[in-house]
């Protein structure tokens, strides 16, 4: 497995793999890998011939008083759990190599990134947007895996694609989650033991929603964030704080209405506040 610092190697390396008739699969990670992070590129090895994986923590997507500074990082643990997957290289480089010290060019998306996360994370996804799609050019990946871990993320990139024309496919990944149901995230090794058992009430919440759902679907959006609510805020006694529940429909993240029945293709989705944690978690239903 090659270990790439520089665009121009990954470039390099790209062009090489695709000089041999090669397609080119990549999987962005900010590393601190889990089995989350291990799924995609599994399903990348299945639907091309060469994996990328790419470990970065990108400034440009948090704000200033996130987590940027004590965001977990273990490249070595990292380097050895690739190699054990297959991956052909990985692209591990410093911020100034990606943003070459006074980079002002961004990437915005003006509607899908206003609600959910994007209120309380004004910056996050054009920082999210402007890597990806600089990814996307130094690694002319063919094939691209993200995390329905991340919706809202997964969503606005599917929106990028297909509004700039570019020419890579799109696969999306199931979340996977720890044996308590918990949902893999790097930001996990932040929790205590307190904060961990009071944030089992957000998967419990999500996935028993999920599995009524055949019975429940005439339900309304009113009712079902009512019965959230309950289940993780009072689950938990007031421990857990929501901060959103989002009822949308998953591809334009546009709310279902309110008192209307829930139809298919509707993406569940929560944040939440668990000690100084801030967590995220969703389901499909429908
Ligand atoms: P991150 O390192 O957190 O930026 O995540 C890198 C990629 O892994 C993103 O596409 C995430 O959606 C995906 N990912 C993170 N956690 C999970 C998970 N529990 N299950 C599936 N994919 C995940």
Redesign the pocket.
């Known amino acids: 497995m090659k270990v790439l610092r520089t665009k121009q190697e990954v470039s390099a390396w790209a062009d090489e793999q695709h000089k041999n008739g090669l397609k080119v699969g990549l ?11 291990l ?2 590129m599994r399903i990348a090895r299945k639907n091309s011939d060469a994996v990328i994986v790419s ?1 970065f923590v ?1 400034p440009t997507q948090f704000g200033p008083n996130e987590d940027f500074e004590k965001y977990p990082r273990d490249e070595e643990r990292d380097l050895a759990l690739c190699e054990a997957e297959g991956v052909a290289a990985v692209f591990a480089p410093n911020p100034q190599e990606m943003y070459c010290g006074d980079s002002s060019v961004v990437l915005q998306e003006n509607k899908l990134s206003k609600v959910m996360c994007g209120i309380s994370r004004p910056i996050h996804f054009s920082g999210v947007l402007t890597v990806v799609n600089k990814l996307f050019n130094i690694s002319r990946a063919d094939v691209a ?7 809202q ?2 969503a606005i990139i599917r929106r990028m694609v297909r509004d700039l024309d570019m020419p890579i496919k799109l696969i999306g ?5 720890e044996s308590d149901n918990l ?5 996990n090794t932040y929790l205590s033991a307190e904060d961990r058992a009071a944030a089992l009430n957000i998967s419990k919440t999500l996935l028993a929603l999920q599995a009524e759902w055949p019975c429940n679907a005439s339900w309304t959006t009113e009712q079902v964030k009512q019965r959230i609510t309950e289940g993780i805020e009072g689950g938990s006694n007031g421990y857990v704080k929501l901060e959103y529940i989002a009822i949308v429909d998953a591809d334009k993240l546009e709310e279902r209405d309110a008192s209307a029945s829930l139809t298919s293709n509707t993406l569940v989705a929560i944040a939440a506040q668990v000690g100084k944690t801030r967590l995220i978690d969703n389901v499909l239903v429908g």
């Open positions: 999987v962005p990670t900010m590393g601190y890998l889990h089995e989350g992070h799924s995609l470990i990108n895996v993200f995390g329905q871990k991340d919706a993320q997964l990944a199931p979340i996977v989650r949902a893999m995230s790097s930001r």
